[in-house]
């Protein structure tokens, strides 16, 4: 039953984060490409990454990781805002987007487990 609690708040709070941060950066972005899924998905990347070589505890691991970090990122949007320039024929664009998110999502992650470990 803590299990269940600690991977819910985590969630509840990681939700909260992503649409604070993507409703702010949605208000500021001036490009053609969804920024704040982006930015949002890196950055839950460059996090996991100090999870995996910081957090030893089970419980931390399950409020920070699964929980925070499972409903701070989102695969879904990444997918919906990918297929959305699919859909407007900006092939380029959405190409662009798909890769700039994967390529600097594994960058992050792997910066900070070089970086924290």
Do not use: H
């Not at 053609?32 to 691991?61: D, E, H, Q, W």
């Not at 409020?63 to 859909?87: A, D, H, P």
């Amino acid at each position: 039953m803590l299990e269940i609690l600690l991977v819910e708040i985590g969630g509840g709070l990681g939700a909260v984060a992503r649409y604070s941060i993507g409703k702010k950066v949605k208000e500021k972005n001036r490009f053609n490409l969804p920024v704040s899924t982006m930015i949002i998905n890196i950055s839950g990347s460059f996090l996991l990454g100090i999870c995996i070589v910081k957090l030893y505890n089970p419980s931390a691991k399950l409020l920070l990781q699964t929980g925070f970090i499972g409903g701070f990122t989102t695969f879904s949007t990444f997918m919906v805002e990918g297929y959305s320039l699919y859909k407007t024929s900006d092939v380029k664009l959405c190409f662009k987007f798909f890769v700039m998110t994967i390529v600097l999502g594994v960058a992050a992650f792997t910066s900070a487990v070089f970086i924290f470990r």
